[in-house]
C-alpha cells in the first residue's frame, strides 16, 4: 500500500482584497489583509517577470526600514498566478500582504542575433 500523508488543503475561496493599483513601471499590485499562512509562498524562490527588490517594496507600500520578506506563490492563490510576487513585514502582527504580478520581461535582437535549432 502506497504511502499516504496529509497534505494542508489551502481555502479554495477567493480572498477580498484591500486595494488594486498598477504602477506605472507596469507592476499590478493587490494587497490583502490575510495571515500569510493562507498563502501559498516560497521565500527562497525569485518572483516571475521584470523587478527589482526597491520595485517591489515600493509597490508593496511597506517600508523596507520595517524588514520586508519576498517570495513568490508556489500554486496559484486567489487569481494571481503562480509565480507572482509576495511581498509582506517581517512582524509578528502583519496582517498585510501585498501580491505584485511583474511584467515579463522582453529583449529586442537583430535578425543577425538570432539562432535557430532544428532537429536534423
Known amino acids: 500500500m502506497p504511502d499516504v500523508r496529509a497534505v494542508p488543503q489551502l481555502p479554495s475561496r477567493s480572498f477580498e482584497y484591500l486595494s488594486q493599483l498598477r504602477t506605472k513601471d507596469g507592476l499590478v499590485f493587490t494587497c490583502y489583509a490575510v495571515a500569510l499562512e493562507h498563502i501559498p509562498v516560497d521565500f527562497f524562490a525569485d518572483p516571475d517577470g521584470s523587478w527589482t527588490y526597491e520595485a517591489l517594496v515600493e509597490a508593496s507600500g511597506f517600508s523596507a526600514s520595517a524588514g520586508v520578506a519576498i ?48 532537429a536534423a
Open 71 to 118: 517570495g513568490a506563490l508556489k500554486q496559484p492563490f486567489s487569481g494571481h498566478l503562480d509565480g507572482a510576487a509576495v511581498v509582506t513585514l517581517n512582524t509578528e502582527t502583519r496582517p498585510y500582504v501585498a501580491i505584485i504580478e511583474c511584467p515579463i520581461a522582453f529583449q529586442c535582437v537583430s535578425v543577425s542575433e538570432v539562432q535557430r535549432a532544428t
